[in-house]
Nanobody, 119 residues
Framework: QVQLVESGGGLVQAGGSLGLSCAVV????????MGWYRQAPGKQRELVAT???????TYADSVKGRFTISRDNAKNMVYLQMNSLKPEDTGVYYC?????????????WGPGTQVTVSS
């Protein structure tokens, strides 16, 4: 059973930095796109950033220039470095991975890690 294990959330003051990590464990298949989504209280889950196997990246407009996504294909890991954090970045951050099994692709999610930015 494929599992995504996140780490690195926490509490930080506005203007500070946090780094998130996510490991895809027990995956014996190819991993395609990886990324991070977040969900603030009372809001829908939204894309933060994604990265393909070819390291092409996509960012939400609200985080461009402040967040950086990266991945280590050898370790099946994806990272999110968050700088210049704002209170509106507060939410539960979910790791995402699309895994290829034969001709099909499956989406997997981590349980989420809380990020709280105080003003």
């Amino acid at each position: 059973q494929v599992q995504l294990v996140e780490s690195g959330g926490g509490l930080v003051q506005a203007g500070g930095s946090l780094g998130l990590s996510c490991a895809v464990v027990r995956s014996f298949f190819s991993i395609n796109t990886m990324g991070w989504y977040r969900q603030a209280p009372g809001k829908q889950r939204e894309l933060v950033a994604t990265i393909t196997t070819g390291v092409s990246t996509t960012y939400a407009d609200s985080v461009k220039g402040r967040f950086t996504i990266s991945r280590d294909n050898a370790k099946n890991m994806v990272y999110l470095q968050m700088n210049s954090l704002k209170p509106e970045d507060t939410g539960v951050y979910y790791c995402y991975s699309r895994i290829i099994k034969g001709r099909s692709e499956y989406d997997y999610w981590g349980p989420g890690t809380q990020v709280t930015v105080s003003s």
